[in-house]
């Protein structure tokens, strides 16, 4: 049974429990802090970062977010999440990248310090300014998120990609922590509401983070 | 014709020109700093970032290095980079994810900014205790690659890998601005210098980025 080391606001485990889920393949949750710097993780992990994905029965560990994706894309035939041509599967690569990569630091990370961190490990007060250059980015995010919907069904296309799992993933860790501001973002808006009714989102926005409690709105698949 | 959008010292963009190289796939390069953030490259890349690598005859734009490296495997069979069993091709893809996140963000970065960015932007002196922590978590990482290298040929096993040429393009990088110090790092070094004398690799240790000159031994294969 492969076992995800994980905290329920990491945005890049949701991304693997998202294709995981939409793939069929079932997975334990080992709870697992990065800021804790336990030993034996980073025995398992010399980058110390969430998620690792291991089958210790098999001697299987996987270690980071896109390498777990392709694992299973090249494992698992059922709901192919990185599909089509060569130039499709790049399109959907390049825009994981941008939500892994930009929206995490323009957003969620920045987040993730002020709202959860400084919160459960620092016991300090949030930076109202860095909130407020957090929250300004995401809407230049979800603008971006607008034209890609104006355009095509699904972010990278015609189909669910690793794309949607990638976006949904991060502002769902925003919104938890209060971040996204939908006034305005009305395609980015209906887009997310689809995910948020998918058997493979519900897990995700029934679970909670130690002390911190989202907003009303956050698991609610009609607001 | 492919035109490689890119500054000499982009460790993503060497990434991208090696695996072109060693596949024999032709291009030109464009010459674009991220950093003038021209409306024009913008509109190519919405994350203003680069390597972007276009067919504008073809109508071909690809964004992100590794997405453009997975398009080349996908299409071009000729030395094959990300190659062996799914589990063999997952370590490939942790160990480029290590070296383009964590020892870009841990001393390229760094590095850039303090030795290049402060030198031809701001006009500002390099900060020390900066430079100090980047070339320690460098010692770091050499110690990482030391150890890969003690138990296998290459990075991620038996054969030359993405993963090598991911490590070998950040170092060089780091390695022009003065950050690399081999002593006590015999393994990586010698790992080094197979790539040095490698016909992919002469071309990048041939360029000058600017006013900014490499030390004496960075182009030399044989120190
Ligand atoms: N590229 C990695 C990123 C993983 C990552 O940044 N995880 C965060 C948690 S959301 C972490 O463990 N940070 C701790 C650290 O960087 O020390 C992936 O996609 O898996
Ligand atoms: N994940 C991207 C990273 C690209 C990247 O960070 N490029 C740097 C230059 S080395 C850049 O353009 N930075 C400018 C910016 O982030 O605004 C890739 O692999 O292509």
Redesign the interface.
Known sequence: MWQLYQFPLCPFSRKVRLLMSEKGIGYELQRENPWDGRDEFFHLN??GRTPVLADHGKG?V???S???C??FE??VDKNPMINGS??S??EI??L???FD??FFGDVTAPLLHERMKKRLVYRASPDSRMLREAMKLAHEHLD?IDYLIDNRPWLAGAQMSLADLAAAAQISVVDYLGGIDWSGHEQSKGWYALFKSRPSFRPLLAERMDVIQPPSHYADPNA
Chains 1, 2 share one sequence.
């Open positions: 010399p980058a299987v996987l270690i980071d896109r390498a777990i392709e694992y090249e494992t060569a130039a599967r790049a690569r390049r994981v990248a941008l990569e930009n971006y």
